[in-house]
């Protein structure tokens, strides 16, 4: 009969942190959020790395001791990930629905990225693995 362990992994960041672009800064709730614009969510995974963390990684010589320092270190890679690709992020946010992770291939990391673009990118962003949310 096989063991199965694992190793939990506390996740860095607590709540809901949000960073907006350079260009534009919106929120839900404010008038000013465009008309055309949705949100998309993914959901990162233990052992996969996302689009904007390869772009990222290519981009540092593939070095294995490399990483993001930070959320706002990686907003930054997300917004000229997708720029790169011609999609405008207007906003990005992330929340956390687990404070502890099970350190397994396969796993959540924990938790949600959500991208605020322009409706006619949706079909682009599903394309990708992002699905349409309301918030």
């Known amino acids: 009969m096989a063991l199965l362990t694992g190793v939990v992994i506390v996740v860095t960041f607590a709540g809901s942190a949000r960073f907006s672009s350079d260009r534009l800064s919106i929120v839900p709730d404010e008038p000013n959020r465009p008309v055309d614009a949705t949100w998309v969510a993914t959901d990162p995974v233990q052992c996969r790395w ?27 890679v997300i917004v000229a990930h997708f720029e790169r690709l011609g ?15 099970l350190a397994v291939c396969g796993a959540a990391r ?26």
């Not at 904007?52 to 907003?75: A, K, P, T, V």
């Not at 999609?87 to 992770?101: K, R």
């Not at 605020?116 to 599903?126: G, I, R």
């Open 50 to 76: 996302t689009p904007w963390e390869l772009d990222w990684w290519e981009s540092h010589g593939n070095d294995s001791w490399s990483h993001l320092r930070d959320f706002e270190e990686e907003r930054a």
């Open 87 to 101: 999609i405008t992020v207007l906003d990005v946010d992330v929340e956390v629905f687990a404070e502890a992770v």
């Open 110 to 135: 924990g938790y949600t990225v959500y991208l605020l673009v322009h409706d006619s990118d949706l079909d682009a962003m599903v394309g990708v693995g992002f699905r349409v949310v309301e918030r």
